[in-house]
């Protein structure tokens, strides 16, 4: 399904991926941990050249890109095969909920507007969204907004969306809604890699944990390999930060 090869990374004289070999199965729901400056944000973005990598390969579902050649058509082909749900919404402030979903597909993939509308009201109502068509991004808490940046992601019917930190600019009690939206979606068996700090979420959901620190993947297996016998003296660190109440077997 997604497959990275040896992806480098480096702004400047910081080196912040240092060749990272990664495997992603079609269905997987991947979430991917790791603290501040780890290279986890960065790593994620370069599955759909939103940061170029340096040296490497990318390839999803049969397309491999080679980072320091690709070309913009191998670029935009990779792209039509995933969705990004951003940080902070990236919603158009201007336009309302359905013609942020819209957009996407009328200008990007050429559908016809009545086949966009009725795909985006579709999605909006699996996330919850069916009465708020109408309203502008000004008008929706943010957690609203942020389910609307799911929708749009859905309405793409990507092979893979993938999750930048979606709660992290959420006040905690709207995290809940936008977490359940997201364990929906892996219900359906769509394939999700998940950059988050919720580690309650990651346990419960993933069925892949990556922890990465210093640029590189440190520790990766099932949740229970990591939250109960994580095998790194790194990883049990970082999760003892988040909580004591951690049960680890060592």
């Known amino acids: 399904m997604i497959s990275l090869t040896n992806i480098h990374k480096t702004f400047g004289k910081q080196e912040v991926l240092k060749g990272i070999d990664l495997t992603v199965e079609q269905g997987d ?8 400056g780890s290279g986890k944000t960065t790593l994620l973005r370069c599955v759909n050249f939103l940061e170029r ?10 397309l491999t890109v080679d980072c320091e050649h690709a070309r913009k058509h191998d670029i935009v082909q ?16 201007h336009k309302t909920v359905l013609d942020n979903v819209t957009e996407g597909l009328i200008v990007a993939q050429k559908v016809p507007k009545a086949d966009a509308k009725a795909r985006a009201l579709r999605v909006l109502e699996q996330v919850g969204l069916a009465a708020k068509v109408n309203e502008y991004p000004s008008m929706l808490s943010g957690g609203q907004q942020q389910r609307v940046g799911i929708a749009r992601a859905l309405a793409l019917n990507p092979e893979v969306i993938l999750f930048d930190e979606p709660t992290s600019a959420l006040d905690p009690e709207l995290v809940g809604e936008v977490l359940a939206v997201i364990r929906s979606i892996a219900q359906q068996g769509i394939t999700m890699v998940v950059v988050t700090h919720e580690m309650g979420f990651a346990r419960e959901v993933a069925n892949r944990v990556i922890f990465m620190d210093g640029g590189v993947i440190v520790e990766e297996g099932t949740p229970e390999d990591i939250f109960v016998r ?21």
């Open 53 to 62: 990598a340096d040296e490497g390969k990318v390839q999803i579902s049969g």
């Open 29 to 36: 729901v991947v979430a991917i941990l790791g603290p501040s």
């Open 78 to 93: 990779l792209r039509r095969k995933t969705a990004m749900v951003f940080q902070h919404y990236n919603l158009f402030k």
């Open 230 to 250: 994580p095998k790194q003296e790194r990883t049990r660190q970082f999760l003892s930060r988040y909580s004591s109440d951690w049960s680890y077997v060592i």
